[in-house]
């Protein structure tokens, strides 16, 4: 038996971050972890497919360079390299992470960690023996999530999930992405951009159908045009079967092949073997941990912080709410988890999006003003011909408080940081349009956004006035 | 010739109404019955049908006006009629915003209609309203102080002004926020916007986000905290409750009534196709005990004493926006079928705020029913220019002593309240008893119904 004031089940990017944050309030931290240190975002999720867009952005910007006056001659790629450069990445940031926790005196177990009762949690490696038992005052479920792959789908090796998807060491010729949300699109993008042809299939009338129809629309037309993407929606993809050679499966009339499918339809959260009943922590019908503002469970010494509870599927919404649940259970402040959490997509154009939509605002009939600049009247981005994408604010029209942020383009995902800085601090439009961005940046939209948000954009022409 | 639509008067007390809501826009056909609009008097708010066919021409008193009754406030006609040019009465106020707070305190201030027969001596309360509305008429304030106040978003009315008569000038202003410490006040820009926008005062604003800052939330935490004009019928009942429970003595006397015989009579009464609810029953028991106490139905101002001869029974119903009290006329002279008719047309009027404001005058002693509210006992406050209200509360089966046994009976509390200045513990007690007994007598029922 060891004793523990905190244990941390799960070390993925809500885990981790949880763990060190309660060693540096003082308390004696245990991390259990079944598989690798880091979980999906680093091993199998954000870091290596960041890695591998990284390499395919760049060729695809090599064999799209002429219009710059650049020619890379015939470009080619190694994606067997690419694939190792990945593990390379993912390697040195997993020991990195280990230090990390080395260092701030977290104790690590591997093994499966099973709830024995509400302080107790049992620790069995891989054989299934126990390792140890540990007593723990408080606990924190950051278990995460995997891809649900539904039993019509055909069990083959030429079909499959993003984890193994990461682990090809070559890539399909082409591909068939089943499902038109964040995962599938990014792969997608990544794959074509190497040269694989590549065919989106989303049962919903669009892809990434929670973002407002012009971001939507923006990445679907590049995805098409520019990458030459099939992206076909509005119906599901039936009949998937798996042959010798290839994948197929029926979109209505029509029948679509390729060399592989990527399923990526959705995630599940991880809670089998946990033994959540031995400690009386309920589950919802999905199965997902149910958490109060604070990120407890129904238990009140037990917190579930990241996928596991249902909320915001993304890596730093689980590193925010760790490090919350972390404070609330050594503070003596208690505090919310953060309501408004950003959100990247490393498609090709990439998409940063934050707080309000302009659909959700229809949808609640919010009095709103939107100020949107395009990417062609921005300076540096004709500069660095990165000329297409916009960025779009969602305002109060009450109290020009900024409620939403969109972007769509080339730095996207950097750009979107500001806004979230700006929405969290509740500043007005006409406070981002009084504030100095340097010139010439990308960055200079949002300001022009929130001018034009008043109709007072100076790099657009005036609107004609009707009246 | 354009008709005219006026202010009808809708009772013998109604001296002016507001008009709360036109249910048609100028243009609008209008057909004989249709509801046009809605007023509010102090009593209710009531729909107006029309009497003319047509197009409303002309809305002359808006929304939120009080005018009194007669005023014309619209025409209908047919499209381009001419109007006549005589320009209506000038209304009596407007009513948005503070303006309308002010005149509504002042109406309720200088004594409801309602209570006219009844000359209650009436205390020169303040109503809510005003202390809401309170505003000092004028205040000397240099522009550059109330620049800097607007500013702020803060509340001028609390700084000492230092200027000649003691007119605030920019220095004072920059001293009332050191000694406030505004200057350590945290407040996010969208909430300090918000703020400005409703007219709040942002250092009596909490905050609740990173270190104390005013969020966005706080503010509207405080604007839906605000004070509101309470509606007109609420402002009379919160006067005529002070004035009732202030100027009579109240004394309380209440009694357990065993209701499972009368339950079972009842239900034999609906099996043989004769509905009448409890509440019936109730007002029958204690009309018929009137009679035999006439002091519990009468008035007094401490100096004198009215004795009424007929009863007027009011029965307290509750509607969404708060109490009425419709009355039940000549109580002692209806059979217990017409009290029935009577009870069921009052409460139905009552809960579609259909009883014009004659329907709840005047009434001499009051029962108040929260039966169907599932409560063990409550005190009811009397009405003004009356002397007792009996309360009656959820009959519940309890164990109960019967026939020297303990055994589960279906029990129901009543509670009389009375004005201790006229009627005695005594004579309480004996009407309490009375209408007890006679709910329990199954042989009294059996002989009225």
């Not at chain 1, 885990?15 to 944050?21: E, F, H, L």
């Not at chain 2, 939120?64 to 000038?90: L, Q, R, S, W």
């Not at chain 2, 001293?175 to 300090?192: E, H, M, T, V």
């Not at chain 2, 009996?390 to 046994?405: D, E, I, M, N, R």
Request: overall charge neutral; charged content about 25%; aromatic content about 4%.
């Amino acid at each position: 038996m060891e004793k523990f004031d905190v244990t941390v089940i799960g070390s993925g990017p809500g885990g981790y971050p949880a763990a060190i944050r309660a060693a540096q309030l003082g308390a004696s931290v245990a991390i259990i972890e079944k598989e690798e240190i880091g979980g999906t975002c680093l091993n199998w999720g954000c870091i290596p497919t960041k890695t591998l867009i990284a390499s395919s952005e760049l060729f695809h910007r090599m064999n799209h360079s002429a219009a710059l006056g650049l020619s890379a001659g015939k470009a080619a790629f190694d994606y067997t390299a690419m694939s190792k450069r990945k593990d390379d990445v993912v390697g040195k940031l997993r020991s990195g992470v280990g230090t990390l926790l080395k260092g701030n005196g977290v104790k690590v177990f591997n093994g499966t960690g099973s709830f024995a009762g509400r302080n107790r949690i049992a620790v069995t490696g891989a054989d299934g023996k126990e390792v140890v038992m540990i007593e723990t005052g408080a606990t924190i479920i950051a278990t995460g999530s995997e891809s649900t792959v539904p039993g019509f789908i055909p069990k083959d090796s030429r079909i499959v999930e993003s984890k193994a998807f990461l682990a090809l060491t070559k890539l399909p010729a082409s591909l068939i992405v089943l499902g038109g949300g964040v995962i599938g699109c990014e792969f997608a993008c990544m794959a074509a951009q190497l040269g694989s042809k590549v065919t989106v299939v989303e049962m919903l009338e669009d892809i990434l159908i929670t973002l407002d129809a012009d971001v939507r629309r923006e990445l679907r037309g590049s995805m098409e045009k520019q990458l030459g993407i099939r992206v076909l929606t509005g119906k599901p993809l039936e009949k998937i079967a798996a042959g010798k050679t290839v994948v197929s499966g029926m979109f209505g009339d029509e029948k679509v092949e390729a060399e592989m499918m990527i399923v990526a339809i959705g995630r599940r959260p991880v809670t089998a073997g946990l033994g959540l009943e031995k400690a009386g922590i309920e589950k919802n019908k999905a199965g997902f941990i149910p958490v109060d503002e604070y990120c407890r469970t129904s238990v009140a010494t037990i917190y579930a912080i990241g996928d596991v509870n249902g909320g915001i599927q993304l890596a730093h919404a689980a590193t925010s709410q760790g490090v919350t649940a972390a404070e609330n259970i050594l503070g003596r402040q208690r505090r919310k988890a953060e309501k408004l959490v950003p959100s990247c997509i490393f498609t090709s154009p990439e998409i940063g999006s934050v707080g309000l939509t302009e659909q959700a605002a229809k949808e609640k009939s919010l009095n709103i003003k939107v100020g949107k600049f395009s990417f062609a009247a921005l300076g540096k981005a004709m500069a660095s011909g990165e000329d297409r994408g916009f960025v779009k604010w969602v305002v109060d029209a009450n109290t020009d408080q900024l409620l939403g942020a969109h972007a769509v383009g080339a730095h996207a995902t950097e750009l979107i940081s500001e806004a979230a800085t700006a929405i969290r601090a509740e500043l007005t439009a006409e406070e981002i349009g009084r504030t100095v961005h340097c010139h010439p940046t990308f960055s200079e939209a949002w300001m022009e956004a929130a001018h034009a948000a008043h109709g007072a954009c100076i790099h657009a022409a005036p609107r004609r006035k009707n009246i | 010739m354009a008709q005219i639509l006026i202010l009808p008067k809708l009772g013998q007390t109604m001296e002016e109404g507001a008009i709360i809501k036109w249910h048609k826009k100028e243009g609008d056909p209008v057909k004989k019955g249709d509801i046009v609009f809605e007023i509010e008097t102090d009593k209710a708010a009531l729909e107006v049908e029309s009497f003319f066919e047509g197009t409303l021409l002309k809305i002359v008193v808006k929304e939120g006006i009080t005018v009194p009754v007669n005023t014309p406030v619209g025409y209908v006609g047919t499209p381009g009629e001419k109007i006549p040019d005589a320009p209506p009465p000038v209304p009596k106020v407007e009513a948005p915003k503070q303006a309308a707070q002010k005149v509504e305190a002042k109406k309720a201030d200088a004594g409801s209609p309602a209570v006219q027969s009844l000359s209650v001596p009436v205390a020169k309360a303040v109503p809510a309203a005003a202390r809401v509305a309170e505003v000092p008429s004028r205040l000397f304030i240099s522009p550059r102080a109330k620049a800097l106040v607007k500013k702020c978003v803060i509340n001028p009315f609390s700084i000492r002004g230092s200027g000649p008569d003691g007119r605030i000038v920019e220095k004072d202003v920059q001293a009332y926020l050191d000694a406030q410490g505004y200057g350590k006040l945290k407040i996010s820009p969208a909430a300090k916007k918000l703020a400005a926008k409703e007219g709040l005062d942002i250092l009596k604003i909490k905050g609740t986000g990173d270190a104390g800052r005013i969020m966005i939330h706080d503010v509207e935490r405080a604007v839906a905290e605000k004070p509101k004009v309470m509606s007109k019928m609420r402002q009379v009942i919160a006067r005529r409750l002070t004035e009732s429970f202030m100027n009579i003595p109240h004394f309380y006397v209440s009694v357990s009534v065993d209701m499972t015989d009368l339950m079972v009579f009842r239900q034999e009464l609906k099996n043989s196709g004769k509905s009448y609810t409890v509440t019936d029953f109730i007002l029958e028991a204690v009309t018929l005990s009137i009679l035999e106490f006439p002091v519990v139905n009468s008035y007094t101002d401490g100096v004198s004493v009215s004795l009424r001869n007929s009863v007027q029974l009011g029965m307290a119903v509750s509607v969404p926006e708060g109490l009425v009290v419709p009355v039940i006329r000549n109580a002692e002279t209806l059979s217990m079928q017409e009290i029935h008719d009577v009870q069921q047309v009052l409460a139905g009027k009552a809960r579609e705020g259909k009883l014009l404001p004659d329907e709840m005058t005047g009434s001499t002693f009051t029962v108040s029913n929260m039966g169907m509210l599932d409560v063990d006992n409550f005190n009811a406050i009397i009405n003004p220019g009356e002397s007792a209200i009996l309360a009656v509360a959820s009959t519940k089966p309890v164990p109960a002593v019967h026939g020297g046994q303990v055994k589960v009976r279906q029990i129901m509390k009543l509670t009389l309240s009375v004005d201790h200045r006229v009627v005695d513990g005594a004579v309480g007690a004996a009407f309490a008893n009375s209408v007890k007994t006679k709910l329990e007598d199954i042989e009294l029922w059996k002989s009225l119904t």
